[in-house]
């Protein structure tokens, strides 16, 4: 199972949107609402910030969204702070053989 | 609060055992969840190595099926990892999460580094 695509990097003003993509296959973010999104620091554990493609849990802010199309995932971070820059990685649920498999992760940057 | 706590060697030779226990309070292992192990090597991203639920189910990554083994002890509120035949490659820090039955991790341990070196 190969992990599923993202951008390597994004980057935005503060204030600015910023769209992080994540594509897979039929298999897995095609077939399944099964996406998640996490926020990482440097040195630090993964933190979640989107599931089931657009829900977000208590205590994230608002500026976090997300959404699907076809086999494409994307994280939108409206209102850029500089709080937001971080490593973001998607994850799916993929039928074959019951895996979870992870985006490479995005660098996002606040100029 | 949910809390999870990876532990074990920091160290490992080259072809030995990679052993590690997460420690789960504030939550039973007994719960609607699955306990999930995923590994960054440095400067990398995430990998997803597998996943325990408390009746014994098992789902594991194919790429290192052969060499890993999870396991569960309800009677400690913990589950376990090992790895065999460990190289260079699997030098990494290894987070322990909880995962709920609709495939996200919603809690994570702080992560522990271990280094396979002789």
């Known amino acids: 199972q190969s992990a599923l695509t993202q951008p390597p990097s994004a980057s935005g003003s503060p204030g600015q949107s910023v769209t992080i993509s994540c594509t897979g296959t039929?298999?897995?973010?095609?077939?399944?609402?099964?996406v998640s999104w996490y926020q990482q620091y440097p040195g630090q554990a993964p933190k979640l910030v989107i599931y089931?493609?657009?829900k977000r849990p208590s205590g994230v802010p608002a500026r976090f969204s997300g959404s699907k199309s076809g086999n494409t995932a994307s994280l939108t971070v409206s209102g850029l702070q500089a709080e937001d820059e971080a490593v973001y990685y998607c994850?799916?649920?993929?039928?074959?053989?019951?895996?979870?498999?992870f985006g490479g992760g995005t660098k996002l940057t606040v100029l | 609060q949910v809390q999870l706590q990876e532990s074990g060697p920091g160290l490992v030779k080259p072809s030995g055992t990679l052993s590690l226990t997460c420690g789960v309070s504030g939550a039973s292992i007994s719960s609607s969840y699955w306990w999930t192990w995923v590994r960054q090597p440095p400067g990398k991203g995430l990998e997803w190595i597998g996943e325990i639920y408390h009746s014994g189910i098992i789902n594991y990554n194919p790429s290192l099926k052969s060499r890993v083994t999870i396991s569960i002890d309800k009677s400690k509120n913990q589950f376990s990892l090992k790895l065999s035949s460990v190289t260079a490659a699997d030098t990494a820090v290894y987070f322990c999460a909880r995962e709920s039955l609709e495939s996200y991790f919603d809690y994570w341990g702080r992560g522990t580094l271990v280094t396979v070196s002789s």
């Open positions: 039929s298999s897995d973010v095609g077939r399944f609402n099964y």
């Open positions: 089931e493609v657009t």
């Open positions: 994850n799916s649920y993929a039928a074959s053989n019951n895996l979870r498999v």
